[in-house]
């Protein structure tokens, strides 16, 4: 029995080079093929790693019966049928975020993935990572209270992207943790944005999540700030968190601070806001680059028959939100239903250029 999985990637762009040396740098991986349909792109990379046979179609990769694994690193638009093509021919996959261009895409490719009986993970790469993992232990130990809300700030000067809004390329970050620390989908999606740069691909959104008992996340995301930004607060009723992911070191600080309101007064003179200062303190976390821990969580999952944190439907539920997104951003940041049980038939209203007040339910 082989004690390794030998994978192959697809795409050598930007983020395709960072999986190729994480899964090369693993033991119980063989880097066997990589694949770009740009020669230039192959050819740098054939210049860092000699030993990895190069394809600039990979659909020729897949003929390699010894190939187990595909990771595709391309963008949205190719990930479905790529996926597709990858599970037909028997290959388990791993496809970077978002994981499809819809819903009925990620359904098609989780039922594939299941009659095969095969691996079908996504690239939430935050839920790999020390800090976030640590985030998800204090507010699972109570020590935050009752969440309050969530928000996120995922800012920097570009990378523009050609294809998709500044909401589906970085929003999946900030989604997948607030979904990973709330354990709860939400019911509703706002948005709004503009598209200043590139006419009909907004560079700059804020997004609202509704969740049950009020509570919600605001995520901020854009492609046109001076500063690189990736920050989250979560305000509990106890304590609060911020966590900021630029920091080298020190990303996450729990500051002891909340505002209580008395049980009982009987006049506004009696009336006080208790506001508690106490210690703020930056627990220890493990460094670890968080790519490396989700590569080899593939390969885990490959060697012990095993499902993946990201799998398929959360890479789906995922995608759900930036479909609602999209669909809020059109209606002027109409409020849109998410209905998580699939097979609900969608109802859309709104669209008669001016704000829409209604409410919009996305499948
Ligand atoms: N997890 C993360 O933190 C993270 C970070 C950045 C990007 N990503 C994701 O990685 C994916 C790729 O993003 P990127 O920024 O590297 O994009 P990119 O455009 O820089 O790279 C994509 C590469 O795919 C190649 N390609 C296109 N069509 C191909 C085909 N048919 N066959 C083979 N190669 C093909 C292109 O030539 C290009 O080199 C996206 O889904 C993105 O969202 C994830």
Not at 129 to 150: E, F, H, M, N, Q
Not at 196 to 202: P, R
Not at 334 to 357: E, F, H, M, R, Y
Request: aromatic share 8%; proline share 5%.
């Amino acid at each position: 029995m082989r004690n390794h999985v030998n994978v192959g990637v697809v795409g050598c762009g930007y983020w395709g080079p960072n999986l190729i040396r994480n899964y090369k740098s693993l033991s119980d991986c063989r880097v066997r093929a990589m694949c770009d349909i740009n020669p230039q792109r192959l050819k740098h990379l054939k210049g860092l790693y000699p030993d990895v046979q190069g394809h600039l179609d990979y659909e020729e990769m897949l003929k390699d019966d010894d190939l187990q694994a595909v990771v595709i690193a391309t963008s949205v638009a190719q990930h479905y049928s790529m996926a597709r093509k990858c599970l037909e021919s028997g290959k388990h996959v791993f496809i970077e975020k978002p994981m499809a261009r819809s819903v009925q895409e990620c359904r098609d490719l989780i039922e594939l993935a299941r009659s095969k009986d095969l691996v079908l993970m996504v690239g939430h790469t935050f839920l790999y990572s020390s800090p976030v993992r640590k985030i998800k232990d204090i507010v699972d130990a109570g020590d935050l209270g009752d969440i309050r809300y969530i928000s996120s700030r995922r800012l920097n000067l570009g990378l523009f992207q050609k294809d998709i809004n500044v909401a589906w390329d970085l929003a999946p970050h900030d989604i997948s943790i607030i979904l990973y620390i709330m354990e709860e989908f939400p019911h509703s999606v706002n948005c709004r944005g503009n598209a200043n740069v590139t006419e009909g691909i907004e560079d700059v959104v804020s997004m609202t999540l509704t969740f049950r008992k009020k509570q919600f996340a605001i995520i901020q995301n854009s492609w046109l700030d001076p500063r690189k930004v990736r920050e989250m607060t979560i305000v509990g009723s106890k304590r609060m968190i911020v966590y900021d992911d630029v920091q080298p070191l020190e990303k996450i600080k729990i500051y002891d601070v909340r505002v209580e309101t008395p049980p009982h007064y009987d006049t506004f003179a009696e009336f006080h806001y208790s506001y508690h200062y106490g210690d703020s303190y930056i627990p220890f976390i493990k460094q670890e680059e968080p790519l490396k821990v989700e590569c080899q969580h593939f390969l885990d999952c490959i060697i012990n028959g095993t499902e993946p944190i990201s799998n398929g439907v959360q890479g789906m539920e995922l995608v759900r939100i930036l479909e609602a997104s999209s669909l809020s951003l059109k209606n002027w940041g109409a409020s849109v239903d998410l209905c998580p049980t699939p097979g609900i038939t969608p109802v859309t209203t709104g669209g008669n250029g001016q704000p829409s007040k209604q409410r919009l339910v996305t499948v």
